[in-house]
T-cell receptor
Framework: DGGITQSPKYLFRKEGQNVTLSCEQNLNHDAMYWYRQDPGQGLRLIYYSQIVNDFQKGDIAEGYSVSREKKESFPLTVTSAQKNPTAFYLC??????????????FGDGTRLSIL | AQKITQTQPGMFVQEKEAVTLDCTYDTSDQSYGLFWYKQPSSGEMIFLIYQGSYDEQNATEGRYSLNFQKARKSANLVISASQLGDSAMYFCAMREGPVMKTSYDKVIFGPGTSLSVIP
C-alpha cells in the first residue's frame, strides 16, 4: 500500500544531542513537508521541499535542518540549537505544490520529548 | 496575509445528529483550495474533503459536505449522522496556487475544533 512512513513513533532527546526523524513516502509525490504540532494547537511549517536537492524554510525553521537527496525521503534533524523540541512532528507529501487542489497526505507522526 | 479562523475550540454532538464546524479564511488570491482534515487522538491527519475556489457546487464526500460561501469567505464542514468514531480534532486548511506559480504556495492550517460525539 502507498503511504508515508515516519519513524520512530516516539523519540527522546538528551541535552545537547541532535536527533533525526525519518520520513519516507512511496506515493511518487514531488513535494514534502515537516510540521510541528504543540498540544492543543494547529500545525506550524518547519521546512518544505518541492524537488530533490532543494528545500525552503517554513515559519519555524530555527534549530532544525533537513535534506532531500531522494524523492522518497525527507529526514528532519532536530539540533541542539532547538531549545524547546518537545512536540508532535508530522511529515506530509503532495503532488506538485503549484496546484492548489492537491491535498497533503500525512504520516502517523513522531512524538519527541526531552530527557 | 493568509489566515484561517476556526471559532469553535470545542463542540459536542449527539450520536446520529448532524454537526457543522465553522471555518472562515482570508486571502487575496482568486485561485485557492480549501481542505478539511481529521486528527483522531492517535495523531494521524486524515484528509476528508476538498473545495476549489472556482467550484460552483458544494463538495460532498460520504457523510461529509462542505458549505462553501465564497463571498463570506467561509467553508464550513457538515458531518451528517455523527458516529462515535467522529470524535477527533478537525482542521480547516487553505492552499493558494495557480499553475506556474514559482514561489511556494503555503498551506495554512486553522487552530482546529475538537468534536466530541455523545452516545
Amino acid at each position: 500500500d502507498g503511504g508515508i512512513t515516519q519513524s520512530p513513533k516516539y523519540l527522546f532527546r538528551k541535552e545537547g544531542q541532535n536527533v533525526t526523524l525519518s520520513c519516507e513516502q512511496n506515493l511518487n509525490h514531488d513535494a514534502m513537508y515537516w510540521y510541528r504540532q504543540d498540544p492543543g494547537q494547529g500545525l506550524r511549517l518547519i521546512y518544505y521541499s518541492q524537488i530533490v536537492n532543494d528545500f525552503q524554510k517554513g515559519d519555524i525553521a530555527e534549530g532544525y535542518s533537513v535534506s532531500r537527496e531522494k524523492k522518497e525521503s525527507f529526514p528532519l534533524t532536530v539540533t541542539s540549537a532547538q531549545k524547546n523540541p518537545t512536540a508532535f512532528y508530522l511529515c506530509a507529501s503532495s503532488f506538485d505544490s503549484s496546484y492548489s487542489n492537491q491535498p497533503q497526505h500525512f504520516g502517523d507522526g513522531t512524538r519527541l520529548s526531552i530527557l | 496575509a493568509q489566515k484561517i479562523t476556526q471559532t469553535q475550540p470545542g463542540m459536542f454532538v449527539q450520536e446520529k445528529e448532524a454537526v457543522t464546524l465553522d471555518c472562515t479564511y482570508d486571502t487575496s488570491d482568486q485561485s485557492y483550495g480549501l481542505f478539511w482534515y481529521k486528527q483522531p487522538s492517535s495523531g494521524e491527519m486524515i484528509f476528508l474533503i476538498y473545495q476549489g475556489s472556482y467550484d460552483e457546487q458544494n463538495a460532498t464526500e460520504g457523510r461529509y459536505s462542505l458549505n462553501f460561501q465564497k463571498a463570506r469567505k467561509s467553508a464550513n464542514l457538515v458531518i451528517s449522522a455523527s458516529q462515535l468514531g467522529d470524535s477527533a480534532m478537525y482542521f480547516c486548511a487553505m492552499r493558494e496556487g495557480p499553475v506556474m506559480k514559482t514561489s511556494y504556495d503555503k498551506v495554512i492550517f486553522g487552530p482546529g475544533t475538537s468534536l466530541s460525539v455523545i452516545p
